[in-house]
């Protein structure tokens, strides 16, 4: 968590502390199986979803929708492989978490979804070799608009 205490502490000072507990991310390893990355781990100690940055991350717990139930819709509906976690859904597009590969994280159109394991897109998506490294842009783009 030292790691991450300058984050945690410009994160509070905009939103106060959102504490998720470590079985929560148990939870979500098992229901999804997949293994989270550390990053994200360390930043789910006082990060579980929510708006920030203009994007509503959903949450990491049983709120309504949250990252287990809307990834399993998705893998069933539309086939997301098994190895991507859904963040969020902004207009039109979809924000993953890929567990195994770098980038960690893109941010691609909706229609493009059939080409992630192949990283083939129609349209270039936005991407972050890592969940913190998304989490700062985020972060930095709430600070920008206060």
Not at 1 to 17: D, I, V, W
Not at 37 to 53: A, Q, R, T, V, W
Not at 130 to 144: G, I, K
Request: some cysteine; charged content about 25%; proline content about 4%.
């Amino acid at each position: 968590m030292q790691k991450f205490s300058g984050l945690k502490q410009r994160y509070e000072t905009l939103f106060g502390n959102t504490d998720t507990t470590k079985c929560d991310l148990v939870a979500i390893e098992k229901k999804l199986e997949v293994k989270l990355p550390e990053d994200f781990k360390g930043i789910s100690e006082f990060f579980n979803g929510g708006l920030i940055g203009e994007i509503d991350i959903f949450s990491y717990c049983n709120n309504v929708p949250n990252i287990v139930d809307e990834t399993l819709r998705l893998r069933e509906a539309i086939h997301v492989p098994d190895h991507f976690v859904i963040l969020a859904e902004p207009d039109a597009s979809i924000i993953l978490l890929d567990t195994e590969a770098k980038p960690a994280v893109i941010w691609c159109d909706s229609i493009d979804i059939n080409g992630l394991e192949n990283r083939t897109f129609s349209n270039l998506p936005d991407t972050w070799d890592t969940f913190l490294d998304f989490f700062l842009y985020v972060l930095y783009e709430e600070e920008s608009s206060v």
